[in-house]
């Protein structure tokens, strides 16, 4: 018994230790950046934009002394739930229109500093070394594939726009069976990586950064909405100053030329 | 009542049921087996059983990706040979769910069997009893209990699972929709009532097999301290 107790004791006393040593850590980390920089600006971005903005980061904040870029990836719709219930951010650069229309109705970003900062396509992708039988958005009919991965369209950004895509050519109540629904991009990446799904739609950005998949067709643009990228302020952002800039720099020379480097327009 | 498809519920029943009926027959033989055995790495072989307790869903996921997907090792010979595909299909999803309930039941079957009294099997043993008689007739009534709480511990947890299910069978509405991934995208599209509906519907059903197992077994101790 007194042996059970002691070592019950020494568990719950190393999870105990372990819970403060991490305590510290980031304490000691968070003074260790303010004394080094002013301003430690934080990010949201859709998680499409991650290896862009990683590399714009270094020669930001080389041409920006005292401002220390800070990213929050993930999905847009999350992001700005986050935002709205408090959560510390900046800037957000969503990968949907929606999102930040749902903002600006709120009052939660600096309406007069939103703008769109890049384009994306929609693309149809497989695996690279299958050897497929089609070409075209057009040529998918269930008798060519038995699955096609896609976004989920009520939660996922790419998901809607290839909903609006497969609705405009009449394809998606026919191919209904064969659809898989993603929870993400990467997610639909990743299936036709391994070549379980034939096919895949995803945007052409990310069709960019993965090796394994090649593209077959974009979508025409009339076939969805525009898949714009917009960017704000975020209105209760205590360095409205820095948020402004990193946004210039975005949508400046450098900015524009990071993104087409990953595939957006 | 909401306009809404009730595919998900007997989808997820459909999986959980038979993923319990496997892992039953072979959780009880396998800890059967092992029970009364020692041998060199047998807690080796046990903590790989144990192992999908403890790893993270999306890991359970890849590994049976890895296995099962088109290109895997098993699923690609399965496409070989037999034409058949389990990677997004509801096949997928019970294969998930047998993964993640197995160390459930083997657990629970492997601790009923430790704790039976020995004696008993070896009494039957010297009046003639065959190895399968004695299980049958002394091993498996008595340990009927855990074997028991194995059973709809399995099955809830087959029932739930999510992680590794999304990642194997994909999410198809109408073929590979289970509740609990009709609640995941129905909350992450903001369909709340559909969310709410699935929430109540599954919460009602685990809390109802709960209590019913609690009353089974008390009743059970009941008869046989009386006896």
């Known amino acids: 018994m007194r042996r059970f107790l002691l070592s019950t004791l020494s568990i719950l006393l190393t999870i105990f230790l372990i819970g403060c040593s991490n305590a510290k850590e980031t304490d000691k980390t968070g003074t260790v950046d303010q004394e080094k920089s002013d301003v430690e600006l934080v990010v949201s971005a859709a998680a499409s934009l991650t290896d862009a903005l990683v590399e714009l980061k270094g020669p930001f904040e080389e041409a920006h002394k005292g401002i220390t870029v800070i990213y929050n990836f993930g999905s847009s719709g999350k992001l700005a739930t986050t935002i709205e219930n408090g959560a510390p951010s900046d800037v957000f650069l969503s990968a949907s229109s929606k999102d930040m229309n749902d903002m600006e109705d709120k009052e939660l970003i ?11 396509a929609l693309v ?7 050897d497929s039988a089609i070409s075209s958005f057009e040529d998918l009919n269930t008798a060519t594939l038995d699955h096609v991965a896609v976004g989920e369209p009520g939660s996922v950004p790419v998901g809607r726009y290839t909903k609006e895509t497969f609705d405009s050519l009449d394809l998606w109540e026919p191919l209904q069976d064969k659809l898989v629904l993603s929870s993400d991009v990467r997610q639909v990446l990743t299936h036709v990586e391994m070549g379980n799904a034939d096919y895949g739609v995803v945007y052409s950005s990310d069709a960019f950064v993965s090796n394994d998949v090649k593209v077959l067709a974009e979508a025409e643009a009339d076939w969805h909405e525009p898949i714009v990228y917009p960017g704000a302020v975020i209105a209760e952002s205590m360095h409205q100053e820095a948020a402004q800039q990193f946004l210039d720099y975005l949508t400046g020379d450098e900015g524009k030329e990071t993104l087409q480097k990953f595939g957006f327009k | 009542m909401l306009d809404m498809d009730y595919s ?5 029943l459909k999986v959980a049921a038979i993923s319990t009926f496997v892992v039953f027959v072979a959780g009880v033989f396998i800890a059967y087996m092992l029970a009364k055995r020692d041998f060199f790495g047998k807690s080796i072989v046990e903590a790989l059983f144990l192992l999908p307790l403890v790893l993270p869903p999306t890991v359970v996921g890849f590994g049976l990706l890895i296995l099962f997907g088109k290109k895997g090792w098993i699923g690609s010979w399965l496409l070989e040979w037999f034409d058949f595909q389990i990677v997004f299909t509801w096949i997928g999803a019970v294969i998930a769910s047998i993964v993640v309930s197995f160390p459930l039941m083997y657990q629970s079957a492997a601790a009923a069997f430790e704790s039976l009294d020995e004696r008993l099997s070896n009494a039957a043993r010297t009046m003639g009893a065959s190895e399968w008689r004695v299980f049958w007739f002394i091993v498996f009534p008595l340990a009927w209990p855990g ?5 709809v511990l399995s099955f809830a947890r087959g029932l739930g699972e999510f992680g590794a299910t999304l990642m194997l069978a ?3 509405p109408g073929r590979t929709d ?4 009709a609640i995941y995208f129905a909350v992450e599209s903001g369909q709340m009532e559909n969310a709410t509906f699935w929430v109540v519907m599954i919460s009602t059903f685990g809390f109802s097999l709960i209590l019913w197992v609690n009353w089974w077994s008390k009743r059970n101790i009941r008869r046989f301290t009386k006896s």
Request: proline share 6%; glycine share 6%; net charge negative.
């Open chain 1, 110 to 120: 600096n309406s007069e500093s939103r703008k769109d900062f890049a384009e994306n």
């Open chain 1, 124 to 130: 149809l992708i497989t695996q690279k070394d299958f």
């Open chain 2, 8 to 12: 998900p519920l007997l989808l997820s």
């Open chain 2, 147 to 151: 074997l028991l709480a194995g059973l």
């Open chain 2, 170 to 172: 994909g999410y198809i």
């Open chain 2, 178 to 181: 289970t509740i609990p991934m």
